[in-house]
């Protein structure tokens, strides 16, 4: 039976290490923006002065198709 | 409004959290669960980051937030692929633990 002890222990160091990072670090002053989806939209597909990222969600859009194609054929039965 | 720092906690408490599972569980669905997780913390990061440059900067853009909808969408076909995987060790080897799989090993 494997201890949990040393890799909690790790973990714990980790997340105090990071957090002691971040609170050392003088972040200038300003509060979170509300952010609205048109703002995501057209960040997204871009304005009439913007490209935007449209051909890298056609991208991801084949890159997911891929994915679902190869899940299937790892997951379909093998024939005897 | 939450400041920064706050988002970046909650966004390190939960990649530690996700690093735990990775590291010590030995069931590879609950990894694949840990490394979600840990994406997860990034996309939180990428949103935080972006919404407090919109605030100092005064620009309107969310670059972030489309960054992290592509990550998002990454990480479903990693699952989808990684799920695939783990069926088809479980149905050679009849397990899916992580440290009896050793045929990657050379």
Redesign the interface.
């Known amino acids: 039976m494997r201890t ?1 002890v040393p ?2 222990l ?3 160091v ?2 105090i290490l ?2 002691v990072t ?2 050392q670090v003088d ?2 002053n ?4 509300d ?1 609205t989806n048109e ?2 939209g ?3 597909f871009g304005t009439s002065n913007d490209v935007g ?1 449209g051909l ?1 969600v056609l991208l ?1 859009g084949l ?2 198709l ?3 194609l ?6 379909k039965e ?1 024939k005897e | 409004m939450i400041p920064i720092e706050y988002w970046l906690v909650f966004s390190s408490l939960l990649f530690a959290i996700g690093a735990y599972g990775v590291m010590s569980k030995k069931n590879a669905i609950v990894v694949l669960m840990s490394i979600e997780i840990m994406l997860n913390a990034a996309n939180i990061n990428f949103v935080a980051f972006s919404s407090y440059h919109t605030t100092l900067h005064g620009v309107a853009e969310a670059s972030g937030q489309v960054f992290a909808l592509f990550s998002i969408a990454i990480a479903a076909a990693e699952v989808a692929v990684g799920l695939g995987i783990i069926l088809a060790v479980y149905r050679r080897y009849q397990t899916i633990d992580v440290d009896k799989i050793n045929i990657l090993r050379w």
């Open positions: 949990a890799r909690i790790a973990i714990i980790l997340a990071f957090i971040i609170y972040w200038p300003g509060a979170m923006d952010t703002d995501v057209q960040t997204l990222y890298i991801i890159l997911l891929v994915a679902l190869g899940g299937v054929f790892l997951a093998e």
